[in-house]
């Protein structure tokens, strides 16, 4: 679980599933970054054959889906 909230790890874990239950947005992109996150690590180390064109389209989602997290995050608090 601590790698799936790190970029959250200052706010209480408590907040943040509840905004992953009462906000269908922060839902879906919270499960999105987690796999996104997931893909790049495992391309990173070489264990998903990707090219470099993809993965950075991939590193470039995963930063605006992190980027609106937060901006949904903030606007609750």
């Known amino acids: 679980m601590l790698k799936e909230a ?3 790890e ?3 874990q408590p907040e943040i599933d509840a905004l992953i239950k009462s ?4 839902k879906q992109l919270y499960q999105r970054h987690k796999d996104l996150d997931k893909k790049v690590m495992d ?3 070489g264990v ?5 064109t993809t ?3 991939m590193k470039r ?3 605006a889906a992190k980027d609106r997290l937060i901006q949904l ?4 608090h």
Do not use: R, S, T
């Open 55 to 57: 993965l950075g389209q």
């Open 23 to 26: 906000n269908p947005e922060f």
């Open 43 to 45: 391309a990173e180390l």
């Open 73 to 76: 995050y903030d606007q609750q």
């Open 6 to 8: 790190f970029m959250f």
């Open 48 to 52: 998903l054959p990707i090219d470099d």
């Open 10 to 12: 200052e706010q209480p």
């Open 61 to 63: 989602e995963k930063l």
